[in-house]
Each structure stands twice: as C-alpha cells, then as structure tokens.
C-alpha cells in the first residue's frame, strides 16, 4: 500500500511564527502537492514538484514556500504565519502518466 | 476551474447501489476520469480512475459513455461507511494537478 505521511494530524502556532510541514512518500514518486482546503472553498492547490529541487506555484502560493532537497520529503513552509492560514493542509504524491495519486490524512493547522 | 459538474447531492439506502453521476462533456482525448472520496475529517482517499473502457475493482465499478461525456461511479451495495463527499476529476494524462470541483455530498441510510 502507498503511504504518504504528513509529520502532524493538528498543530498549533502562534502569528508571525515560521511553520514547518513534512510530507514523505515511500513510493518513490516523482510528483508531490499540497493543497489547503477550507469549508466553502473546496480544495486549493499551493506548490507542487515534479523532481527533486524543483517547484512550481499552484493557484495560491503567497505566503507560503515548499523545499524538496530528496526525492521522498516534500516541505511546506509559512514564512510568518498568519490567522488566515487556519486550515487543513493536504499532502499528495504520485507518478503522472495516467496514474492515481495518493493523500496523506492531513494537518489541521491552527494559527492564534 | 474544475471540468466536471456533480449533483451536490445524494442519498443512498444501506445495501442498495449507490449511482453516483458526473458530467464532464469537454473532455479531451487524452484526459482520465478519477474518483476520489473524502470521509469526514481525512484526506481524500482514491478509488478507480478510467480512459474510455469500464472499469472495476474491489470497491466500485466507473461506466464511461462512449462519448466520454459523463461517466457514473457504482458502489455496489452501500454501506453506512460509504458516506463521504465524492469527487469526480478529469485529468490528462501527463504531471498536471488534480483540480476539484465541489463533489457530491453521498448519505447512507439505514
């Protein structure tokens, strides 16, 4: 079974704090995503990676950067984080070419 | 923008069918249809995916039109666990991103 593992199922950080979120795979995939997702909103696309070192902008990445220095541990990271990055982070990896690709359970991250 | 319309929802009697349909009339040669779900409070979790054939495995069955411009996921006898939103998205087949749209909302009932 794929497993995709997210570091934290809920975190708690205070503003302007720097937040790190770990995803690792064990399927040696090349493409990583996180996604937030927000009630109303639906699932929104952050950053994602097709190779190591290597990132690309999804639909809304202000305020956040990714780092993948291996091929298994992609990071999202809120340079200072805010109140209206209270959400539910949701990791994915997979391979293209038709593929499936597979979540991780989630952080729920709160920021007071 | 999200390429497929879903009814919001859905209810289902416990043991029945459960026919979940999706609409995706501007698809393109070269693009999958997936269906993922998301139970309450996880991340959303795959369940089948197809070109143009139809498809099954050991959770449901996807029927493709031959037109490929709507498609329908089969539960074939819904459980109480079944509840979840369920996502319908089309995807080429290259590295893109998944892009969801709202799903539909499916309810089992005893």
């Known amino acids: 079974d794929v497993k995709v593992t997210q570091s934290s199922r809920y975190l708690v950080k205070r503003t302007g704090e720097k937040v790190f979120l770990e995803c690792v795979q064990d399927?040696?995939?090349?493409?990583m995503f996180w996604y937030r997702q927000d009630p109303g909103l639906g699932l929104r696309l952050i950053y994602f990676s097709y190779d190591v070192k290597m990132k690309e902008k999804g639909d809304i990445p202000e305020g956040y950067s990714v780092s993948r220095e291996k091929k298994e541990r992609f990071s999202l990271i809120l340079e200072s984080a805010s109140t209206n990055q209270t959400s539910m982070y949701l990791c994915v990896s997979g391979w293209g070419v038709g593929q499936p690709q597979h979540f991780g359970d989630g952080t729920r991250l709160s920021i007071l | 923008d999200a390429k497929t319309t879903q009814p919001p929802s859905m209810d289902c009697a416990e043991g029945r069918a459960a026919n979940l349909p999706c609409n995706h009339s501007?698809?393109?040669?070269?693009?999958?249809v997936y269906w993922y779900r998301q139970i309450h409070s996880q991340g959303p979790q795959y369940i089948i995916h197809?070109?143009?054939n139809n498809e099954t495995n050991e959770m449901a069955s996807l029927i493709i039109t031959e037109d490929r411009k709507s498609s329908t996921l089969i539960l074939p006898h819904a459980t109480l666990r079944d509840t979840a939103v369920y996502y319908c998205i089309v995807r080429p087949s290259g590295n893109t991103p998944l892009v969801f749209g709202k799903g539909t909302r499916l309810s089992v009932i005893a």
């Open positions: 501007t698809i393109s040669g070269n693009e999958y």
């Open positions: 399927m040696d995939h090349e493409n």
């Open positions: 197809g070109l143009k």
